[in-house]
């Protein structure tokens, strides 16, 4: 199948730190793909270089066709993005936050206009399009971003522990999206803490010290590391850090 992704060596150093170190790893068009770790694992730092936000000290690779070294601005414009903490405008309604984002990526206004309509309507939201974002209650919140995330399409969309706070029904709800955009080709890339959420994945990595210390399949992971669950996985990953001892 084709890798949307391709990275190889990647490295990002803050002086004699070095927050990645050199990892390589291909996800598939249409995957949704978990790359989780610790905090201070470097998953951030990886994540911010493969959406055009950070330059790598060295290594090379791709992002929707984009080089990440020489055409950062291309890969911003080709992917979707949403995290817990910022995705959308508290002080604007959910109709221009729709709007704004849309024409950041470069959508004309017809097709924003019958877009929005069609959006808000399987939401469910319609007659709350002139309500202020802040005024809506969590889930909401994060249903509607990850639906002007992949509003214009895009290649692939990043994830960064968006459902961060939201309880377990919304939770469902919020993957249930993540899988409907999957098969209509977005590959998903996303970091969480909860690991129940990592089986919903079709690969996982997971990063330890900077380095991407296993990638697989949730199952066979499970088996490497004879573990019940992805948690116990996680954890006896967590147990070989050796940053911050």
């Not at 291309?74 to 993005?81: A, D, F, R, S, V």
């Not at 309880?167 to 209509?184: G, K, N, S």
């Amino acid at each position: 199948m084709e890798n949307i992704i391709e990275v190889h060596e990647l490295t990002k150093q803050f002086g004699k730190f070095t927050a990645v170190n050199h990892i390589s790893f291909a996800v598939r068009k249409g995957e949704i793909f978990g790359f989780l770790g610790a905090n201070g694992a470097g998953k951030t730092t990886a994540m911010r270089m493969l959406c055009g936000l950070s330059h790598p000290t060295s290594g090379n690779g791709q992002v929707a066709g984009y080089d990440i070294n020489r055409q950062p601005e291309l890969i911003k414009k080709h992917i979707g993005y949403m995290s817990q903490k910022f995705s959308l405008y508290d002080d604007l309604t959910i109709t221009e936050n729709i709007r704004l984002f849309a024409g950041i990526y470069g959508m004309k206004s017809v097709e924003i206009k019958e877009k929005s309509t069609a959006l808000l309507t399987k939401l469910e939201i319609e007659k709350h399009r002139n309500t202020l974002v802040g005024a809506l209650p969590l889930g909401w919140k994060q249903k509607l971003a990850f639906s002007v995330a992949v509003f214009h399409r895009p290649k692939v969309v990043f994830l960064d522990e968006p459902t961060g706070g939201v309880d377990p029904a919304t939770r469902r709800q919020f993957w249930e999206m993540i899988y409907e955009a999957a098969e209509e080709g977005i590959t998903i890339f996303v970091t969480t803490h909860y690991m129940d959420e990592a089986e919903y994945c079709n690969r996982v990595s997971i990063m330890v010290d900077g380095e991407i210390k296993a990638l697989d399949t949730p199952a066979q992971l499970k088996e490497t590391y004879n573990a019940p669950s992805m948690d116990g996985v996680f954890r006896a990953l967590a147990k070989t850090a050796k940053r911050g001892e």
